[in-house]
């Protein structure tokens, strides 16, 4: 039995986009507009810095103020899960000590980024997180960007241990999320990471889910996370199809990011341009992506009906 209140982490939990202002400077004003945002829409939490909040691209001190000004505005609302994951271990420490004086209820990390390690040196890096502070923390399983595949031997070590409460994962694989269920048991929660499967997710055994396109479209996700809970499949499956079809022509665009940013921009919240390398969004698609918001916005109307 854990000493954690895993409920605190059980729903739809966006994943921030980096908000910077037209210098590219993090703008901790429009944070916490956004923040606010998606606290009132009813999300569950909020997951910070990790690819969605380009914090790979982010200095230690950038990430500590996206932190601060997000747990300042909705910490005592919503859950806030940090992730601290950085290319040295030094600073994945240095930012889970930052989390849990800061007021982060979880932290979260890759196993590394760009070196590609074995099992034994991602195991040393994530303990050396997880002793650093008594916050529960996540895994990171997204070895598509960082090369790691999480071990089976391994994810039974990390579950063993109270502060591990669950795994974010990334990959393709049903399957592969059931299996890490299995793992972890009843007290260990899967976050489903791929958008267009959250259903799937769910149905294998997820109990959450944290994702990049949930800020253009929560109360999307929401819809199908309640249909699930309530035990109608049928209508569950139909809001999926929806958000996947939107998936679909996201993916359809120069730059992801961009895209979504550009919506966010449309319904009031100057994010900023995506942080170089990314790439941006070409100007003669904001026809296109404009479009696609006023329908994401007509679906979201739909989904309160």
């Not at 909040?53 to 200095?59: C, H, K, N």
């Not at 109360?219 to 996370?225: A, C, G, M, P, V």
Request: include cysteine; hydrophobic fraction near 40%.
């Amino acid at each position: 039995m854990t000493k954690y209140d895993l409920n605190a982490f059980k729903g739809i939990i966006p994943a921030m986009n980096a908000v910077y202002d037209e210098n590219g400077i993090i703008n901790s004003t429009v944070i916490k507009q956004l923040a606010r945002h998606y606290a009132e829409v009813g999300v569950q939490g909020l997951y910070l810095a990790g690819s969605t909040g380009e914090g790979p691209l982010q200095s230690v001190e950038e990430r500590k103020q996206v932190l601060e000004a997000v747990v300042e505005e909705v910490g005592n609302e919503i859950t806030i899960i940090a992730h601290i994951g950085a290319p040295s271990t030094q600073d994945s420490v240095e930012l889970a000590r930052h989390a849990a004086e800061t007021g982060a209820h979880a932290i979260s990390a890759v196993p590394c980024i760009y070196y590609r390690l074995n099992d034994n040196t991602v195991e040393r890096h994530w303990q050396a997180i997880i002793d650093s502070t008594d916050l529960p923390f996540i895994a990171y399983h997204i070895p598509a960007t960082t090369g790691y595949h999480l071990s089976k031997q391994l994810l039974r070590k990390l579950a063993a241990q109270d502060k591990v409460i669950g795994v974010k994962i990334t990959t393709e694989s049903a399957y592969e999320l059931q299996q890490f269920k299995q793992i972890g048991g009843e007290n260990f929660i899967l976050f489903n990471g791929p958008d267009e499967q959250f259903l799937a997710g769910r149905t294998m055994g997820a109990e959450a889910g944290i994702g990049g396109t949930y800020g253009i479209m929560p109360e999307l996700f929401l819809k199908i996370d309640q249909c699930f809970n309530a035990g109608n499949m049928k209508e569950a499956q139909k809001w999926q199809f929806i958000v996947n079809d939107i998936i679909t022509e996201l993916l359809s665009t120069s730059s992801l990011y961009g895209a979504c940013k550009e919506m966010l921009r449309l319904r009031g919240f100057e994010t900023g341009l995506p942080r170089m390398p990314l790439p941006q969004l070409r100007t003669d698609e904001l026809p296109k992506v404009s479009q696609l918001n006023d329908k994401i916005i007509e679906y979201i109307k739909q989904s309160h009906s």
